[in-house]
């Protein structure tokens, strides 16, 4: 069955990197739109990058520049590089796959993700 493995969460000071790792199983993920999301407690959880089929990505504005999403096809996993981190990064981050062919990835929707990971925990502390 389809799973989403997160990894690569912990605590770093502000100002340090932190590279999350999503291992996909179950379906060939190259195939598909990839996310990463991320929710803090009380608050909508939001898009903060995807990457298309074609390894096309978009990010939200506040990780524009500090952040990179990736794909390895050949290991079906999707990372997450994240530097330049501060305390507003704090969260649950949270992979997620959209089986649908979409033709277009969502970044502010999280609809079209019909999978999920369990998230990883991300801490920056100033």
């Known amino acids: 069955q389809v799973q989403l493995v997160e990894s690569g969460g912990g605590s770093v000071q502000s100002g340090g990197s932190l590279r999350l790792a999503c291992a996909a199983s179950g379906f060939a993920s190259s195939r598909y739109c990839m996310a990463w999301f991320r929710q803090v407690p009380g608050r909508e959880r939001e898009g903060v990058a995807t990457i298309d089929t074609n390894s096309y990505t978009a990010y939200v504005d506040s990780a524009e520049g500090r952040f990179t999403i990736s794909r390895d096809n050949a290991k079906d996993t999707l990372y997450l590089q994240m530097n330049s981190l501060g305390p507003e990064d704090t969260a649950i981050y949270y992979c997620?796959?959209?089986?649908?062919?979409?033709?277009?990835?969502?970044?502010?929707?999280?609809?079209?993700?019909?999978?999920w990971g369990q998230g990883t925990q991300v801490t920056v502390s100033s």
């Open positions: 997620a796959a959209d089986l649908s062919h979409s033709t277009v990835c969502a970044l502010f929707s999280r609809t079209p993700y019909n999978y």
